[in-house]
């Protein structure tokens, strides 16, 4: 005891309020990280112990791609979604005004599978959102009402991708959210895209899971085509190039409509951007929406954010006073939270077949932040053009 008390004679008042602001964003911090971000750890341990009821039936499904100047990756990821194991099916693949072979592949194509449908959008078709309308002609087509959303550049994990998707479509289901990772590559940019994009679904899943769903993937989505025209479509963000999947389930999406689809099965996965540029362009243009988002969802994401960078603050501010015991039980806070970090992070990523991540949780838990509040402070100007691709 008298030795407790030496140690706080020690600390100045100063001290002790660093050390109470860093503990405090400690336990926000834990908190997002035990109730939300593990909440799809535990759904897929209950799902794995059969405690989820799932879909006895196999309803026909209409799977929606869009597809510009994507003849390369259609050759080589359209046939594994062409030959699922499903027993009805079609897949409706809409050509963005391609200038390259894919119309001609598509031809080849659906003379081998005749479950496979193509229409197109003129290439002199003049909208902010191309892929929004592709999107649109799409759905018009679809003869059945699930609708099961992917990529040109996507390819599921297996032949049970639509099955392990649809399965969640019982009479309240309207949304289902899965997973759209990206195949592994070597390197620092690899390696920020997965830890970003996987990251990104214990977010947005987690959230889901809790009864708040505000975001999915357009690489990975279901929902029904009802929904959609009940919706008036992407009719409230069309001036928006970017929306279709995020600000979509912002708007439709509930705690009683959602559900959220974890098994390795169905995940799909994409080919990754080269270069830090073209992933930081991409990255541009999903922040492009977050403005958008609902108050709560926004609420939600601002203070986990802030927390975060509250939390390194003043960890580097008390190991900068320089007194042992000050230290001390600040390198103690931080590794709590990063323990934390490792194991909700890796287990859940084991979970879904995702790569693990270590060391560099430390550095991308500061770096992504730090792109993000560039890119919304930054970018204002971009912003309002709104003119990024949006491969």
Not at 74 to 92: A, G, H
Not at 113 to 120: K, W
Not at 133 to 142: H, N, Q, R, S
Not at 312 to 326: E, G, P, R, V
Request: charged fraction near 20%; glycine fraction near 4%.
């Amino acid at each position: 005891m008298e030795h407790f008390l030496q140690i706080l004679e020690s600390l100045q008042t100063y001290h002790i309020v660093v050390i109470s602001i860093l503990f405090s964003a400690f336990v926000v911090q834990v908190f997002y990280y035990l109730f939300f971000y593990a909440k799809t750890l535990r759904y897929s341990k209950k799902t794995r112990k059969n405690k989820v009821s799932f879909l006895d039936n196999k309803p026909p499904v209409s799977v929606v791609i869009c597809a510009k100047n994507e003849s390369e990756n259609l050759r080589n990821f359209l046939p594994s979604i062409l030959t699922q194991d499903y027993p009805n099916y079609e897949v409706i693949v809409i050509n963005d005004g391609s200038t390259d072979e894919s119309e001609e592949l598509l031809s080849i194509l659906g003379t081998q599978y005749p479950h496979l449908y193509r229409t197109y959008l003129p290439s002199e078709a003049k909208f902010i959102s191309t892929k929004k309308m592709a999107l649109t002609v799409g759905i018009k087509a679809a003869k059945h009402e699930l609708l099961l959303l992917t990529d040109a550049d996507c390819q599921p994990a297996g032949k049970d991708w639509i099955a392990n998707m649809v399965r969640n479509f019982d009479d309240q289901t309207d949304v289902v959210l899965g997973y759209g990772a990206y195949f592994k590559k070597k390197g620092f940019v690899g390696k920020l895209v997965s830890y970003d994009t996987f990251t990104i679904a214990l977010q947005y899943m987690g959230f889901a899971l809790a009864g708040k769903p505000y975001m999915g993937v357009g690489r990975n989505l279901a929902y029904r085509k009802s929904l959609f025209f009940k919706n008036k479509g992407f009719a409230s963000h069309l001036k928006l190039q970017s929306g279709d999947d995020d600000l979509f389930i912002s708007e439709v999406a509930n705690k009683h409509n959602t559900r959220v689809e974890v098994s390795p099965e169905s995940v799909t996965y994409s080919v990754p951007k080269e270069t830090f540029k073209s992933w930081y362009t991409q990255k541009f243009r999903h922040l492009t929406t977050s403005p958008y988002y609902k108050a709560s969802a926004k609420a939600l994401i601002g203070i986990e954010v802030s927390s975060r960078f509250v939390f390194y603050a003043s960890f580097i501010t008390a190991l900068i006073f320089n007194n042992m015991w000050l230290s001390i039980t600040a390198g103690s806070i931080f590794l709590l939270r990063y323990l934390t970090q490792l194991l909700v992070i890796n287990l859940s990523a084991k979970k879904i077949n995702e790569q693990r991540f270590y060391l560099s949780i430390l550095l991308f838990d500061v770096l992504l932040p730090l792109i993000s509040l560039y890119i919304m402070i930054f970018g204002k100007k971009r912003r309002k053009h709104n003119s990024i691709n949006w491969e």
